[in-house]
């Protein structure tokens, strides 16, 4: 019965996790057959790669920035509309309808909004008198113009949580009224308990996605660079503006595609697999120690 | 029944996991040896799948071609994949699906694909049928081979040189395009206008590296620079044409300032759109292939524009009339099932001057052998006729082949950035940086 589960379990996670493993101990370029070279690729990772520590910052970044206001915006609206009495469909529907927007049409239409030339966003900035940055252009303003994305499609998170929210029983802040809990004591002793799990889903799923963070980075580099094509690969434009939006991911693939170092980008994903692993258990076991059950 | 013991299943589950990735890794050990027939078939058949990264308007331009080939070869079924681009291209390459004749937009893969054998070496072909090379200039050829390996074609060829607006020249006192990058600074700060608030309205030439195809490639042959050593070590930090290039376009973005250079240039409208600056008259003049005469012809037929090759450096007057020159490249893939078909395909794309001069007219991309150059069927504006010039020209240059694509390129535009916004190390120890860098990368791919 378990067998055809096994089976794609072997093929598709275990073989090319152990194949990633193998070739990054290799020099390799896809077509020739790969040569042995031991720890060279993770020599020239941790001592050599001019930009892997800047990708990996970035990276860092997102983990540490994006998924903490991306979940506490979603929680907090998802609070907002559990307490909706009017129209709460209207609002539900208007805060979860930027997540259905796919990634590539949302990034695109950011990067035009916040143009700082002809964006509507400068041009009402500039109205009422202040100068607004240069958004995806300047470097130091390219991560939070994506933060201002994520934020803006937090709605599949949102609705998890409103989803969480909803399903606290009722006899619980009943039960803490009686024992003359104020509001926010309600809300540590009763309502948190009760999402944590929901919340641990969210920070594990949204580390996760951190830290394959692409396509929205790679999209707006190469619109906001002036560049888009179609057909031509983006590989160019990967980073813009200054390496600011170069995450790890993307930096593994132009190594992988662009510079035809399958062997290296291989280390690299073994690196971030083994990081993404250490990072979750601690987050887990840190996480455990919150669940009701060990609270009890 | 026994059961096997963890340590024994764990044991076991490694050494099937190994077994097969050792033969997966196996099956993908490249054949680069080509051994042909002695003579060319004398009736082509069978199927040749061809793919190519050419879509819509531009797709239907090579079908065309196409079909004209398969009209002389009824014996021949050619299967066509367009919108492919190089990494899709190589994967399935390297994942044995049928491909026979696979044609891409860089000539940066060149280096990989020859030296990895996923394109075959075509020297027994270009041997037994005959074919004169010469017929491509030099340039064309070095970036069609890699250390005597001939494994691609040449299919039509994109060079760069100067756009200039003759309206904003002549309101500005100009009469003709600049020939000296010296020249060029002083026309073009002539031809920036200002705002009231001290922003840029329009900029007589943009000078910011990235912008459009400001890109390093595109400014070497101006000096004659060179990126690779002899032994295939970069030679950038030793080349002071590098130096003297940078310093001029560091000097340019100061005398504006790069805060507002950078403001004036985030604002600008996509490259391959109508709102491309120089097409709306925000640039004055700019650096751009000869493609861009189509784009003006379609969404700006009204722009009263010329072209010129790119002004040279103060220093090297004698190389103007050259540029950069860049082109798409075709080769029959290692796993190709029709070969001989395949061949005759890429001859007929290459070498064939009707079809080389109805690709050129159509695609408004540079013919590559002498003969189309010089077809009466061309079709040729006096603002394209520079780009065959610089084609033509002896001081044209390319970027060379290399294993790691162009990855060492892209080192040193990096270093670029950093330099022209003030936020680099100085300009002799981040060229020294940019060397070790580009050495490490290359020796990690073909170092013992």
Known sequence: MLAPAILGLLIFFVYPLIASVYYSFTRFDLVSPPQWIGLRNYIYLFTQDPNVWQAAGNTLWFVVVLVPVRILTALGVAWLLVRAKRASGFWRTLFYLPALVPPVAAVVAFVFLFNPGTGPVNLILRAIGIQGPLWFNDPAWSKPSLLLLGVWVMGDVMIIFLASLLDVPQELYEAASLDGAKSWQKGWFVTLPAIVPVLVFSVITGVIAALQYFTEAAVASSVASGRATVGEGGGATLGYPDNSLLTYTEWLYVRGFSNYQLGYASALAVVLFVVASVVLLVLLRRVRAFTPEEAS | ?448
């Open chain 2, 1 to 448: 029944m026994n059961r096997p013991s963890p340590r024994r299943r764990v044991g076991s589950f490694l050494a099937l996991a190994t077994a097969i990735t050792l033969v997966a890794s196996g099956c993908s050990a490249a054949s680069t040896s080509t051994t042909i027939d002695a003579t060319a078939p004398a009736k082509l058949t069978g199927t040749v799948s061809f793919w190519h990264f050419f879509s819509d308007r531009e797709a239907k331009v090579v079908q065309s071609v196409v079909d004209d080939f398969t009209k002389v070869n009824p014996g021949v079924k050619v299967d066509v994949h367009s919108g492919q681009d190089d990494e899709k291209l190589k994967k399935a390459i390297a994942a044995g699906n049928s491909i026979d004749l696979g044609l891409s937009y860089s000539t940066d893969i060149v280096g990989n694909f020859c030296s990895s054998g996923a394109f075959r070496d075509l020297g027994p072909y270009i041997t037994r049928d005959k074919i004169d090379l010469t017929q491509f200039n030099k340039t064309v050829r070095s970036y069609t081979e890699y250390k005597g390996t001939r494994c691609s074609m040449p299919v039509l060829a994109d060079d760069y040189g100067l756009y200039y607006n003759k309206k904003l020249l002549a309101a500005a006192g100009f009469s003709a395009p600049p020939k000296t990058l010296s020249e060029l600074k002083k026309m073009a700060l002539g031809l920036t206008t200002y705002n009231a608030d001290g922003s840029i309205k329009t900029l007589g030439f943009n000078p910011m590296m990235g912008f459009y195809e400001n890109a390093a490639s595109h400014f070497g042959p101006l000096a004659g620079a060179r990126w690779l050593s002899k032994n295939g070590n970069s030679a950038i930090g030793g080349d002071a044409a590098w130096t003297e290039l940078m310093t001029w376009q560091k000097s340019f973005i100061d005398a504006i300032g790069y805060d507002k250079v950078n403001a004036f240039t985030s604002g600008l409208g996509q490259e391959f759109s109508a709102d491309n600056a120089f097409q709306t008259g925000q640039v004055a003049m700019n650096m751009d292939g000869e493609y861009r005469t189509a784009f003006i012809d379609d969404q700006t037929p009204n722009l009263e524009y010329g072209t010129a090759p790119m002004p040279t450096a103060d220093d090297h007057t004698n190389l103007y009339g050259g540029g950069y020159i860049t082109g798409n490249i075709a080769g029959i893939s290692k796993g190709a099932k029709n070969p001989e078909a395949a061949w005759a395909l890429l001859k007929y794309l290459t070498t064939d001057t009707g079809a080389i001069v109805k690709l050129s007219n159509g695609l408004k991309n540079v013919p590559t052998t002498a003969d189309a150059l010089a077809s009466p069927d061309l079709a040729v504006t006096p603002q394209f006729k520079t780009f065959l010039d610089i084609v033509a020209n002896e001081h044209s240059g390319t970027t060379p082949p290399s294993p790691v694509g162009a990855g060492y390129q892209q080192s040193f535009e990096d270093f670029w950035h950093k330099y022209q916004s003030g936020s680099g190390s100085g300009l002799a120890a981040g060229l020294a940086k940019v060397d070790k860098d580009i050495d490490a990368s290359i020796a990690l791919t073909t170092g013992p």
